[in-house]
């Protein structure tokens, strides 16, 4: 069975500081694909930073990255010198190889403090 | 410009009453997806799509129902049989196949439909 854990609902950060968002995943499937999205109040869901499990290095897409332990099932997200407008919730997803189902963690909700 | 729509923006129901959300996307793409959101909640699948004519049911089918006659839209009903239909809905869209070769597409999604019961 394919699973998603994000531990932390809520999360406090610092403007300009770095915060790390936690995602462990569960999967038998021997490829596979990890996501983060960003869900502002206004609702719209915005891809991030895509993670390939054969990937040899960690993702980075600007302010984001992407810290993936293959051994460990974890892939946590670094948003680096955060701001205001960060604040939203973070899911973080799974695609399989087989089919083509998405599964998501529950969210964390990131506050940025001025 | 490439993407998905879904509208209304804000939808009202009745009792007893049915009402369709509308979900085109221009991206090529195969799969498509519904998802209901609860406030403070994480998504949940209703129904997806692998291609034209076929859908398969997700964790919450109950209530709902969807249609796939053509690539680009899927839209999706909720019936009276919802009892509780008040949610944010999110459609979202998939290139088809993944695997190490061709890498694994995220879905890209739509701007949302806030249902509310009257």
């Known amino acids: 069975a394919q699973k998603i854990t994000q531990t932390q609902p809520g999360m406090f950060v610092q403007e300009k500081e770095a915060v790390t968002l936690d995602c462990t995943y569960d999967t038998s499937d021997p490829s596979y694909g990890l996501f983060w999205y960003k869900q502002p109040s206004s609702g719209e869901m915005i891809f991030l930073i895509y993670?390939?499990?054969?990937?040899?290095q960690n993702a980075t897409e600007g302010r984001y990255s992407l810290n993936f332990q293959k051994a460990r099932k974890s892939a946590n997200l670094v948003i680096s010198a955060s701001q205001l407008g960060d604040s939203a919730m973070y899911f973080c997803?799974?695609?399989?190889?087989?089919?083509?189902?998405?599964?998501f963690g529950t969210g964390t909700s990131l506050t940025v403090i001025p | 410009d490439g993407g998905i729509t879904q509208s209304p923006k804000y939808l009202f129901r009745k009792e007893g009453q049915n009402v369709t959300l509308s979900c085109e996307q221009n991206l090529n793409h195969d799969a498509m997806y519904w998802y209901r959101q609860d406030p403070g909640q994480g998504l949940r699948l209703i129904y997806y799509?692998?291609?034209?004519?076929?859908?398969q049911k997700g964790d919450i089918a109950e209530g709902y129902s969807v249609s796939r006659e053509k690539k680009e839209s899927f839209p999706l009903t909720v019936t009276s049989a919802q009892k509780n239909p008040t949610a944010f809905y999110l459609c979202a869209s998939s290139a088809s196949g993944a695997g190490m070769r061709m890498g694994y597409q995220p879905q890209h999604f739509g701007d949302g439909t806030r249902l509310s019961i009257l």
């Open positions: 993670q390939g499990s054969y990937d040899q």
């Open positions: 799509s692998q291609i034209v004519n076929d859908f």
């Open positions: 997803a799974m695609r399989g190889n087989t089919g083509n189902q998405f599964y």
